[in-house]
């Protein structure tokens, strides 16, 4: 996402990386990928498939409307529309929920005006839904706007974690802004050593934008539960586009219990067309990435619902496996992207970044599901179902991309 009020890529959300093997039910999980070096999971039992949720950042930013109103709403809207029922599940707050300044005891103070019967109430409020709250800080002096300046929380880590988890807090989004140059690594274990004695299972989502050296998906594995990989998304195609291709080559990293996060969902909020955010949700749920809605979805249109709920591309996000996708073939704005399923399937994704309709083509065994003469391949946006020998292609119009799964007939 991208703030009014602050430099583009400051908010990234980093989590834990390294393709990794479950030893069972919240038990260590151990990398074996002979690509990235060896590292032992954060052990919080949390996110062994990528959560789903909301947060409000994209569609208000700092504004007026961001308040308890607008928060317990799009609870009820969780609810109401249905989202609950296929997997959304976090209802987050970001930037500018606190007062300028913490109180004489160091505490942080919840905005008086958006926030007037604090935290603990709209999380109450959350979790009376069926659902999980989650908030926001960032690993520096500041948070990330510019304008206020809002506390962040280096050297405030013990503190913080009690206060959150006293309110109930589920999940934490920490940003990197204003942070004195103190290292990654250290900021970002800080936090990760706070929350956890606190006792309460809180999500550790790493916003630490994928800038700095080592990179965060090198050591966020032991560290968080996903974490950013880029900069803020914004609601265009260019920037859709440059966010999927950055995480292009960081498949090895992601799996159950630490992710690659390539920022927020824009679908919804009027900058793209429906093909295009189509395209989008299709490409973060092949790349096993956070799906937390970016708009405002108290006024979700038909067709905004449609997307986010559609509930054959969430499974792909939502496999239990938790591979991300990886390139088949890529060549003059056409690409094939196939992700490996927890029952032996396989997606393949089918993208035109072109301003034209173009013909892609793959195979089974290309897909890596060869040694059968007959194949299913199921459409996941139209739902049409067909048999093939081998051959996968379609005409994906432009900005487009066709979605199959794929079975061994």
Same mark, same amino acid.
Request: aromatic share 8%.
């Given at each position: 996402?991208?703030?009014?009020?602050?430099?583009?890529?400051?908010?990234?959300?980093?989590?834990?990386?390294?393709?990794?093997?479950?030893?069972?039910?919240?038990?260590?999980?151990?990398?074996?990928?002979?690509?990235?070096?060896?590292?032992?999971?954060?052990?919080?039992?949390?996110?062994?498939?990528?959560?789903?949720?909301?947060?409000?950042?994209?569609?208000?930013?700092?504004?007026?409307?961001?308040?308890?109103?607008?928060? @317990?709403? =799009? +609870? &009820?809207?969780?609810?109401?529309? !249905? #989202? /609950?029922?296929?997997? $959304? %599940?976090?209802?987050?707050?970001?930037?500018?929920?606190?007062?300028?300044?913490?109180?004489?005891?160091?505490?942080?103070?919840?905005?008086?005006?958006?926030?007037?019967?604090?935290? @603990?109430? =709209? +999380? &109450?409020?959350?979790?009376?839904? !069926? #659902? /999980?709250?989650?908030? $926001? %800080?960032?690993?520096?002096?500041?948070?990330?706007?510019?304008?206020?300046?809002?506390?962040?929380?280096?050297?405030?880590?013990?503190?913080?974690?009690?206060?959150?988890?006293?309110?109930?807090?589920?999940?934490?989004?920490?940003?990197?802004?204003?942070?004195?140059?103190?290292?990654?690594?250290?900021?970002?274990?800080?936090?990760?050593?706070?929350?956890?004695?606190?006792?309460?299972?809180?999500?550790?989502?790493?916003?630490?934008?994928?800038?700095?050296?080592?990179?965060?998906?090198?050591?966020?594995?032991?560290?968080?539960?996903?974490?950013?990989?880029?900069?803020?998304?914004?609601?265009?195609?260019?920037?859709?586009?440059?966010?999927?291709?950055?995480?292009?080559?960081?498949?090895?990293?992601?799996?159950?219990?630490?992710?690659?996060?390539?920022?927020?969902?824009?679908?919804?909020?009027?900058?793209?067309?429906?093909?295009?955010?189509?395209?989008?949700?299709?490409?973060?749920?092949?790349?096993?990435?956070?799906?937390?809605?970016?708009?405002?979805?108290?006024?979700?249109?038909?067709?905004?619902?449609?997307?986010?709920?559609?509930?054959?591309?969430?499974?792909?996000?939502?496999?239990?496996?938790?591979?991300?996708?990886?390139?088949?073939?890529?060549?003059?704005?056409?690409?094939?992207?196939?992700?490996?399923?927890?029952?032996?399937?396989?997606?393949?994704?089918?993208?035109?970044?072109?301003?034209?309709?173009?013909?892609?083509?793959?195979?089974?065994?290309?897909?890596?599901?060869?040694?059968?003469?007959?194949?299913?391949?199921?459409?996941?946006?139209?739902?049409?179902?067909?048999?093939?020998?081998?051959?996968?292609?379609?005409?994906?119009?432009?900005?487009?991309?066709?979605?199959?799964?794929?079975?061994?007939?």
């Amino acid at each position: 996402m991208q703030r009014s009020t602050r430099s583009r890529g400051l908010r990234s959300c980093l989590a834990a990386v390294t393709a990794a093997t479950t030893v069972a039910a919240g038990a260590l999980t151990v990398s074996l990928t002979t690509a990235a070096p060896q590292a032992v999971a954060l052990d919080n039992g949390l996110a062994r498939t990528p959560p789903m949720g909301f947060n409000n950042w994209n569609a208000t930013h700092c504004d007026a409307s961001f308040n308890e109103s607008m928060v @317990k709403g =799009v +609870a &009820d809207a969780f609810v109401s529309l !249905g #989202l /609950k029922d296929v997997g $959304y %599940t976090y209802v987050n707050i970001d930037d500018c929920w606190a007062e300028p300044s913490r109180d004489a005891s160091g505490n942080l103070v919840p905005h008086h005006t958006r926030f007037p019967n604090g935290i @603990k109430a =709209v +999380a &109450d409020y959350v979790h009376a839904k !069926g #659902l /999980k709250f989650g908030i $926001y %800080t960032s690993a520096g002096t500041k948070t990330c706007n510019a304008a206020n300046g809002f506390p962040g929380g280096l050297d405030h880590e013990k503190q913080d974690a009690k206060q959150f988890a006293s309110w109930g807090v589920d999940y934490l989004k920490y940003d990197n802004c204003n942070n004195q140059g103190v290292d990654a690594q250290k900021r970002y274990q800080a936090m990760r050593d706070a929350l956890a004695a606190t006792g309460r299972p809180i999500l550790y989502s790493l916003c630490e934008w994928g800038q700095t050296t080592p990179k965060v998906w090198t050591w966020g594995e032991p560290v968080g539960n996903s974490w950013r990989t880029t900069g803020d998304i914004s609601d265009k195609w260019s920037s859709m586009i440059d966010k999927l291709h950055i995480n292009d080559d960081l498949a090895q990293y992601a799996g159950p219990g630490h992710w690659n996060d390539p920022d927020m969902l824009e679908v919804g909020n009027g900058g793209m067309t429906a093909t295009e955010y189509r395209t989008h949700f299709s490409l973060w749920a092949m790349m096993a990435a956070p799906l937390l809605i970016g708009s405002d979805i108290r006024n979700a249109s038909a067709t905004t619902q449609s997307i986010l709920k559609n509930t054959d591309i969430i499974a792909l996000d939502q496999d239990t496996l938790g591979k991300q996708a990886t390139i088949v073939s890529s060549s003059d704005g056409k690409t094939v992207y196939t992700k490996q399923l927890a029952n032996g399937d396989r997606a393949v994704a089918l993208l035109n970044e072109n301003s034209s309709s173009k013909t892609i083509s793959t195979t089974a065994s290309a897909i890596g599901l060869g040694g059968s003469s007959s194949y299913r391949l199921k459409d996941l946006w139209s739902k049409a179902t067909s048999t093939t020998s081998g051959s996968i292609s379609a005409s994906v119009p432009a900005h487009g991309t066709v979605v199959y799964r794929v079975s061994r007939g």
